[in-house]
């Protein structure tokens, strides 16, 4: 087995989809741009890829997508692993370290259909279907439009467009990132972004983490160059809010936060947040501001808002139920 070293090219663990290999080339590239040292994946199966056909839901956020990756990044085999940071368990891996996040693309979901309509425009005067596997969006597709049929939906993303051209479904919802670093090309579709009023995307979508050693003093350094600190602070209080709520249960969770201009030239920090139950029935919003430096104070205020809010009794009725 090759393993890496400070010499020779930087290993980048991965899991075999399309998508991840895909987002880890990107990585590559720049890691080779910034350091001047070439790189070269190391595609591997992982605990979740040996279950494809199973619904998104019968995964649980205790590290499923992430497991031999990290293995790899331990063991001394790969120098990183890059993952897509809402798929990332919340406990941090012991002997790891984010080393970078990089600026990430547009965190929004969107709406993907053959005539391009809105979510509100969606025809009313005959059952119209959407897939989506996540509780996250079914709940707020729901409690927007009750008359919609929402659908579990699996397979990649282009089996899961080509549901939408044949007519299996009349739109899905899908993550705006995916589209755009997999470019999907040959699909007579429209896609519209979801405002975040309209359906709060998952806490850090769009965004990257790339893992190392605690111990690997050359590896951090070289992705030092690529780490992006504005998206660092607003995935922080994202990542808050999710850590804060999901005790033991799965429950439907969206965070946006962003940097917006402050009083004397200064940057505050701004937080959507939602929480709500699987069927969208009780299905709290919550938004507060801080400085920008408190991303972790800013996403314990807004759990503490959403639990009051009712977000209490969500996540104790789903507690019983998972038993
Ligand atoms: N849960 C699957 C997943 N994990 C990461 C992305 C792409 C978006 C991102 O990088 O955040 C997707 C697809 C999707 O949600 O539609």
Redesign the pocket.
């Known amino acids: 087995m090759a393993s890496a070293s400070d010499r020779g090219p930087w290993r980048i663990a991965t899991r075999r989809s399309t998508?991840a290999q895909t987002?880890a080339r990107h990585v590559g590239e720049s890691l080779q741009e910034a350091t001047g040292r070439p790189f070269e994946l190391v595609p591997m199966a992982t605990t979740g890829d040996d279950h494809p056909d199973r619904a998104?839901e019968a995964f649980d956020s205790k590290g499923l997508f992430v497991d031999s990756t990290r293995r790899a990044v331990l063991s001394g085999d790969c120098h990183l692993v890059v993952h897509?940071?809402?798929?990332l368990p919340t406990e941090p891996a012991e002997g790891l370290v984010i080393g970078a996040v990089p600026q990430r693309?547009d965190?929004r979901?969107a709406l993907v259909t053959r005539a391009g309509h809105r979510l509100a425009e969606l025809p009313r005067d005959r059952q119209v279907t959407i897939g989506t596997s996540?509780p996250r969006r079914r709940a707020q597709l729901q409690k927007a439009r009750r008359d919609v049929l929402v659908q579990p939906i699996r397979g990649n993303?282009e089996t899961r467009l080509g549901k939408v051209v044949n007519g299996e479904v009349d739109g899905i919802?899908?993550?705006?990132?995916?589209l755009l670093?997999l470019r999907p090309q040959g699909f007579d579709l429209t896609v519209v972004p979801l405002e975040h009023g309209e359906l709060l995307h998952?806490p850090?979508?769009?965004?990257?983490a790339i893992e190392c050693r605690v111990d690997d003093a050359t590896t951090r350094k070289g992705l030092r160059r690529l780490d992006h600190a504005p998206t660092r602070t607003v995935v922080a209080a994202e990542r808050e809010l999710l850590l804060q709520l999901q005790g033991g249960c799965t429950a439907p969770i969206g965070a946006h936060a962003s940097l917006l201009p402050g009083p004397d030239g200064g940057e505050r920090l701004e937080l959507l947040g939602l929480l709500s139950d699987p069927s969208g029935t009780r299905l709290y919003r919550a938004s507060h501001e801080t400085a920008a430096d408190e991303p972790q104070l800013l996403g314990r205020v807004m759990a503490a808002t959403l639990l009051e809010a009712g977000g209490h009794e969500v996540l104790e009725t789903l507690r019983r139920q998972a038993g």
């Open positions: 998508l987002q998104l897509s940071y809402k798929d693309v965190p979901d996540s993303l919802v899908l993550a705006l990132a995916g670093r998952a850090a979508q769009g965004a990257l």
